[in-house]
Structure formats: structure tokens, C-alpha cells
């Protein structure tokens, strides 16, 4: 067992029953620019109850919220004497080991619905990068809905490339960018430019093993990738139903009483989708960070994370 793997289960002892716990990001699995840094990690996980789920959380571990999350907590105290915890996404760190943890707190439900819509796709778009079932009680329910959110990325990738053939990395990319196209992050410089090619480097055996065989969305040859008829011209019409709900209602409305669909327009309307959903879903995350945590360390978090992708991205220029 890794050392990472190792502290992780450790920490996930401690804290109360949860539906799933599934770790993500360079933390956890190396990429390209981690090597020898004892990276945060990020973990989500889903509960029946995330209101009370942190509720037994903090009399388990009070030491979680200490410091200005602690105050803000006092600040959300309910009449009866209960502390109002965020339902839905919100940071929510720690410390242990000497490694921070960042943890989603999401109701299982919602994490469900976004994997199935991409209503939301903060959580369906986490779910598209190499990420790991340590704890699942989900009765094989969520194994089922990972298969098909990947297979879902796969033609969304496809639509996004007006060309007829493209290759594997530029598809794996595609895919690996869906979350972060409007994500406040990006935009300001937050992350590191060279994020994208980093994860999929860091991660190419999973990416290929999640969306390197989808046989019936196209096929393989000399290294490229070719798409099947369903992205011809004439067909974009029955492939885009077979889209998560969100993203196919937004193309059919944006693309309303059209007769026929041009590939590179297509192409702009996924784009355009998913940097509204990422840009509205970003922004919310940041801010209900602070109900778990306080303002203050909320800010001290992202401020460090600005500085870093900052300087990265000065130095690449």
C-alpha cells in the first residue's frame, strides 16, 4: 500500500460513515509537475446527509474547524443550538500528517443527478479525470454512472473537434479541459498553464484505459482517431440526444429551427456551454467556501494557489 493511500484511509477512519469517498488529483496520483511535493489532496465525498454529516463531524473532530472556520461556524449556530453546515458543494480543509485535505461534502443524490444531467458538472467534470473508489457503498450504483459520465465525455470530445479524425492526446485533452474552460481558477491564473497537458501525461494509462477503447464512437487507425457516422452532418441531430440532458437541451435551444448543423458551430456551442456552467459552478465553490471554513482561511487558500499559478505562468512566458 502507498504512503498516500495509506494516510488517506487513515484520515477517512476517523470521520463519519459516507455512501463514497473518492480521491482525485495530483495528491493523490502523480502528474508531471509533482514530483517530490507533498501535494494537497482532494477527496469528495458523498453522505446521505451532508448537513449531518458534518454535524456528527464536528463532535467527532473539533480540531477540523478550529481557527476562523471555527468563528464562522458560531456565526451559522441556529436558534435550537444546531450549527448550519452548507447541503450542497463546499470546500471543506484540513490538515493531517502534515498534508492539507480538501474535502467536497456532497449529497449523494446530487452527486448522482450532476453525473447523469451534467446540470451542475463541477462534479461530473471531477468524475472525468483519474480519480479512485476507496470507500463505495453505493450497491454498484455509482461504478455504473462513472462508465457512462465517461462515455458521455467521449462524444462531447468528438463534437468539440469539427475535424473528422483527430488524435488520441488532442481527444484525451479535450476531455480532460471540459471542467476548467471557464473555471475562475483558469481564468485569473490560478492554475497552472500547463495543468492540462500535466494531468494527461500524469495520467495517460487511465485515460486510455476510460476513453481509449469507446469502439462504437469511433475507431483507431495509424494513430489517429476517426469518429463513426453518427458525427456525420446529417446525423448530429440523434447524436446530440444521446447527450446528457443539460448539454442536449442547450444545444437543440441554441441551435433552434435549424435544418442542418455546421461542425464548427456545434463545436462553439459546447464551448460556450461548458465555460458558462464551469464560470457559474467555480464562483459558487469559492464562496461557500467560507461556511465551512471561514473567509479567512478561504482566502488564504486561494490566495496561495494564485501565487503558484502565477508564477508559472509568468515563467512560461
Not at 453546515?85 to 484540513?94: E, N, V
Not at 453505493?138 to 473537434?161: F, H, I, R, T
Not at 471557464?182 to 491564473?189: E, P, Q, S, T, Y
Not at 458558462?276 to 459558487?284: A, G, I, P
Amino acid at each position: 500500500m502507498s504512503e498516500v493511500k495509506r494516510e488517506t484511509l487513515e484520515l477517512l477512519g476517523i470521520l463519519p460513515g459516507v455512501n463514497s469517498a473518492t480521491p482525485y488529483g495530483s495528491g493523490y496520483f502523480k502528474q508531471d509537475d509533482s514530483a517530490g511535493e507533498k501535494k494537497s489532496m482532494d477527496i469528495i465525498l458523498s453522505v446521505d446527509d451532508p448537513n449531518g454529516w458534518h454535524q456528527e463531524n464536528y463532535e467527532l473532530n473539533p480540531w477540523m474547524y478550529d481557527g476562523s472556520g471555527e468563528k464562522q461556524l458560531m456565526n451559522n449556530k441556529l436558534a435550537d443550538g444546531e450549527i448550519s453546515f452548507p447541503r450542497s458543494l463546499g470546500g471543506f480543509f484540513t490538515d493531517f500528517e502534515g498534508r492539507e485535505y480538501k474535502f467536497i461534502v456532497v449529497d449523494k443524490r446530487l452527486l448522482y443527478y450532476d453525473l447523469k444531467t451534467w446540470k451542475h458538472f463541477s462534479l461530473a467534470g471531477r468524475f472525468q479525470k483519474e480519480m479512485v473508489l476507496l470507500i463505495d457503498n453505493s450497491d454498484g450504483v455509482l461504478p455504473q454512472l462513472m462508465e457512462a459520465n465517461y462515455k458521455n465525455a467521449v462524444k462531447a470530445g468528438l463534437l468539440m473537434n469539427p475535424a473528422r479524425s483527430i488524435s488520441e492526446r488532442k481527444l484525451f485533452e479535450t476531455i480532460v479541459d471540459l471542467s476548467y474552460r471557464g473555471d475562475l481558477r483558469k481564468i485569473f491564473h490560478m492554475e497552472d498553464p500547463n495543468k492540462i497537458p500535466n494531468i494527461v501525461n500524469g495520467s495517460y494509462e487511465f485515460l486510455k484505459k476510460a476513453y481509449g477503447n469507446q469502439t462504437s464512437e469511433y475507431i483507431r487507425e495509424s494513430g489517429l482517431i476517426y469518429k463513426n457516422s453518427g458525427y456525420y452532418q446529417d446525423a448530429l441531430a440523434d447524436k446530440f440526444e444521446t447527450l446528457p440532458t443539460s448539454l442536449r437541451d442547450y444545444l437543440f435551444k441554441t441551435l433552434l429551427y435549424r435544418d442542418e448543423y455546421d461542425y464548427e458551430e456545434v463545436s462553439q456551442v459546447l464551448r460556450s456551454f461548458f465555460f458558462r456552467t464551469d464560470l457559474v459552478n467555480s464562483t459558487k465553490m469559492m464562496l461557500r467556501c467560507y461556511q465551512t471554513v471561514g473567509i479567512q482561511k478561504s482566502c488564504e487558500t486561494f490566495a496561495g494557489k494564485a501565487k503558484k499559478g502565477m508564477q508559472k505562468f509568468i515563467k512560461r512566458k
